[in-house]
């Protein structure tokens, strides 16, 4: 499993979807061998669809010519229920908000699903709280551990 540890930090998450990718051969088996990054990609709607930008899928060592290009746009394939549903979430005059995926994995089924997450940009000052709440819920664990011994 790939992580967008990005995320997490910079976004508020307001409604996650799981969402299937439209891979090639050689796309598939460089996620299997983890040489994936999702750190500094977004999701764009196009035609009615919804694609995945500047996801680096690392080209396979042994695919010779049949080789896929790393930064392509890849398709999501998600239910038009979905679609229509992000699209809503998407529209002009809605600041900050954007979709961001959120994990990369491989179902029971051998299938590359990505999470994504219809989110929102946190401010400066949403960081340093989230910062100061771990910090204390650290310090918690840590006395109560303590107190135990």
């Known amino acids: 499993m790939v992580r967008n540890k990005k995320a997490r930090k910079n976004y508020n998450f307001l409604e996650n979807f799981t969402a299937g990718i439209q891979l090639v051969g050689s796309e598939i088996k460089s996620i299997r061998e983890g040489d994936v990054s999702i750190n500094d990609s977004y ?16 080209e396979y060592k042994q695919a010779s010519t049949q080789n896929h ?4 746009l890849r398709k999501l394939l998600l239910s038009k229920k979905e679609i229509r549903k992000i699209e809503k979430s998407l529209q002009p005059g809605k600041s900050g908000i954007t979709v961001v995926p959120v ?7 051998g299938w590359a699903k990505l999470n994504i997450s219809i989110s929102q940009g946190k401010k400066d000052y949403d960081k340093r709280r989230d910062i100061k709440e771990r910090d204390i ?5 840590r006395t109560l551990k303590n107190v135990r011994k």
């Open 103 to 109: 994990s990369l994995f491989i179902n029971e089924r």
């Open 43 to 58: 999701c764009i709607m196009e035609d009615g669809d919804i694609f995945v930008k500047d996801m680096h899928i690392k």
């Open 137 to 141: 819920d650290l310090n918690t664990q």
């Open 69 to 72: 290009e790393p930064k392509r």
